[in-house]
Nanobody
Framework: VQLQAFGGGLVQPGGFLRLSCAAS????????MGWLRQAPEKERELVAV???????NYSDSVRGRFTISRDYARNMVYLQMNSLTPEDTAVYYC??????????????WGQGTLVTVSS
């Protein structure tokens, strides 16, 4: 499974961005999809996840500002980020957990996309 994230860039504080991520390759079934981020000199942080059933979970730092969504048919996941602050500056990575035919769960991560919030 390959994951390609795009949509990052430079945005002013208070602005918004929408990240997209496409999963491709030999995929049997994607269960959970999500986004993580890593700011300079900080540990990677789980930002948001969405289950196969559509249940969403967010980190406290983004809840109410970010919204995760998913296109099941196209194996894509999105992250709408509103009211951005400089503290949201980070490389954002999308992730997916594939469920194999035998039920095995395998996590994948893609190359990140940089989001910079600055005036």
């Amino acid at each position: 499974v390959q994951l390609q994230a795009f949509g990052g860039g430079l945005v002013q504080p208070g602005g918004f961005l929408r990240l997209s991520c496409a999963a491709s390759g030999s995929i049997f079934k994607i269960s959970v999809m999500g986004w993580l981020r890593q700011a300079p000199e900080k540990e990677r942080e789980l930002v948001a996840v969405i289950s196969e059933a559509g249940s969403e979970n967010y980190s406290d730092s983004v809840r109410g500002r970010f919204t995760i969504s998913r296109d099941y048919a196209r194996n894509m996941v999105y992250l709408q980020m509103n009211s951005l602050t400089p503290e949201d500056t980070a490389v954002y990575y999308c992730s997916a957990v594939e469920q194999g035919r035998d039920g095995t769960l395998t996590p994948y991560w893609g190359q990140g996309t940089l989001v910079t919030v600055s005036s």
